[in-house]
């Protein structure tokens, strides 16, 4: 089955950055577009950005030139590069994949940005 297991989360303090991964399996990794999403404190799920192939990337605008997404298709990997992280930041970040005509989802991974 369709598995999704986000890591790299943690406590940063603003201007720092954080690295987050995501793990896929069950599906055909180097041919799904993968996508992060977030969710922050009393706040709707939300974009983030996305990737199609192996670099066509875009973003939601208040990340835009800040986060970065990558893959490595060897490692079933995508990744959200996050530099200049903000307060607003703060949420859990959720990788997502749709498989089959499905929307599948990861468990999230916590992010924390103090001013």
């Known amino acids: 089955q369709v598995q999704l297991v986000e890591s790299g989360g943690g406590l940063v303090q603003a201007g720092e950055s954080l690295r987050l991964s995501c793990e896929g399996s069950?599906?055909?990794?180097?041919?799904?577009?993968m996508s992060w999403f977030r969710q922050g404190p009393g706040k709707q799920r939300e974009w983030v950005g996305t990737?199609?192939?192996?670099?066509?990337?875009n973003y939601r605008d208040s990340v835009e030139g800040r986060f970065a997404i990558s893959r490595d298709n060897a490692k079933n990997t995508v990744y959200l590069q996050m530099n200049d992280l903000k307060p607003e930041d703060t949420a859990v970040y959720y990788c997502?994949?749709?498989?089959?005509?499905?929307?599948?989802w990861g468990q999230g991974t916590q992010v924390t940005v103090s001013s």
């Open positions: 997502n994949a749709a498989v089959g005509g499905r929307s599948y």
């Open positions: 069950g599906f055909i990794f180097s041919r799904n577009g």
């Open positions: 990737i199609i192939g192996d670099s066509q990337t």
